[in-house]
């Protein structure tokens, strides 16, 4: 059993998939905090969980073409503990399957059946890629068509690694923080979790943040991994498998606006409080760096909104990388039974989510960033 060694879990955590590992937290344990604590984190595995030594870890990276020194730069994690300014961030991951669920009721689609649950957000700290592509030789601004590849030390039975890719310029530059980190919360990065090093890659979709990294590759080309080629992208709503043409789609980058109410769970009875009012909660976030400004929560429907009260870090514009959790008392309609509470976000380039799932449908459940309902019974 190549899962044999993969580590233990935390209880609580919803399995979607035993072997690969892949797992969300409950709803409401989303928001209890505006990090989520590590053994909550949502865990997205492909395949087992690569066993690496710390002491005989090296990450390779392939020198420019060439360039004087061909041999690659390896480095080992003390070289880069010691030789990179160490950098922080907090930010969120969010794999492009979350809330594929919501779309298999539309249609059923192909992949993990993802509640809302496939998102969270960690402090990361470790060396700055720019700072190490810089060091390998790479010069700024080189290419703008170049791509850099991430190699995972994860391989399949067939010998094939997990990889991905993301742009050169992306990479490059400062204000994008891309991090080869090391730690997580403030601790060494957990074996899920890609140790002893893995991609953050803020504002991006979970797949180009790869796990146990141990190789980065320049190239003209984006990465050939089938993740990266023929997986995470979005199509058409009428494309379906006996059509698809994965070429004629960019891969998933940049993560569209997003939201969805935490507590209370679709089904809960309400007993509402003295004033009839009921306590709503959940995230907001949206990719590219992009601040969510506004949350607006509905119970009729759609007719009516009121806005929700945003927390979270304060962030740099432009580099909004973490999630806004979101509370509100709504006042319940009088004499319900049955209320349907709706949220939607606004980022700050005013990007909204469409109301629907049906005309962002897609053949893999993916990118599923329609409005979010939860429908509650109202004890009289
Ligand atoms: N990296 C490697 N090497 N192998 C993987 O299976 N999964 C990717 C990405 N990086 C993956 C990987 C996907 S699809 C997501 S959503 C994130 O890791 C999940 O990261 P997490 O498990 O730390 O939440
Ligand atoms: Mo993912």
Redesign the pocket.
């Known amino acids: 059993d190549p899962y044999s060694q993969d580590p233990s879990r935390h209880p609580v955590l919803k399995v979607n998939s035993l072997k690969p590992f892949n797992a969300e937290p409950p709803p409401y344990m989303l928001t209890e905090n505006s990090i989520t604590q590590t053994e909550l ?7 087992p969980v690569p066993q690496i030594n710390p002491d005989d870890y090296k990450l390779v990276i392939e020198r420019p073409n060439g360039k004087v020194h061909d041999k690659p730069l390896n480095l080992t994690l003390s070289d880069l503990k010691a030789k990179f300014p160490k950098h922080e961030i907090t930010a969120t ?1 969010q ?1 492009a399957g979350n809330r594929r669920s919501e779309m298999s009721e539309v249609k059923l689609v192909k992949g993990l059946d993802w509640n809302i649950g ?1 998102i ?1 957000t960690a402090r990361w700290a470790g060396a700055r890629l720019r700072d190490v592509l810089l060091e390998a030789g790479y010069a700024e601004g080189s290419s703008q068509t170049q791509h850099v590849h991430f190699e ?1 030390l ?1 391989r399949d039975l067939t010998g094939t690694n ?1 990889g991905a890719s993301i742009s050169f310029k992306q990479a490059m530059a400062k204000e994008n923080e891309v991090l080869l980190a090391y730690e997580m919360n403030g601790q060494e990065l957990p074996k ?3 140790f002893p090093l893995r991609v953050i890659v803020p504002g991006v979709v ?2 180009r ?4 990294l141990g190789k980065i590759v320049v190239s003209k080309e984006e990465s050939s991994s089938h ?1 990266q080629k023929n997986d995470y992208k979005g199509f058409n709503p009428c494309v379906d498998w006996d059509d698809v043409d994965f070429a004629s789609s960019p891969s998933i980058q940049d993560l569209p606006v997003q939201s969805a109410i935490t507590e209370p769970h679709p089904g809960q009875k309400i007993t509402p409080d003295i004033d009839g009012e009921l306590t709503v909660k959940g995230y907001a976030w949206s990719g590219g760096g992009r601040e969510i400004v506004r949350v607006d929560v509905s119970v009729d429907g759609g007719k009516t909104w009121k806005v929700a009260e945003l927390t979270g870090e304060k962030q740099k514009a432009g580099q909004a990388w973490a999630w806004k959790l979101w509370q509100l008392n709504v006042p319940l309609p009088p004499k319900s039974s049955d209320v349907t509470i709706i949220c939607k976000a606004v980022d700050s380039s005013y990007n909204v989510q469409p109301d629907t799932v049906a005309p962002i449908w897609n053949l893999r459940g993916v990118l599923n960033n329609a409005w979010h309902r939860v429908c509650v019974t109202v004890d009289a």
């Not at 984190?41 to 395949?47: A, D, T």
């Not at 943040?209 to 146990?212: E, L, P, R």
């Open positions: 984190f949502f865990k997205r595995n492909h395949l991951l794999c496939a969270s995972g994860d997990y899920d979790h890609g979970g797949a943040n790869v796990k146990w993740w």
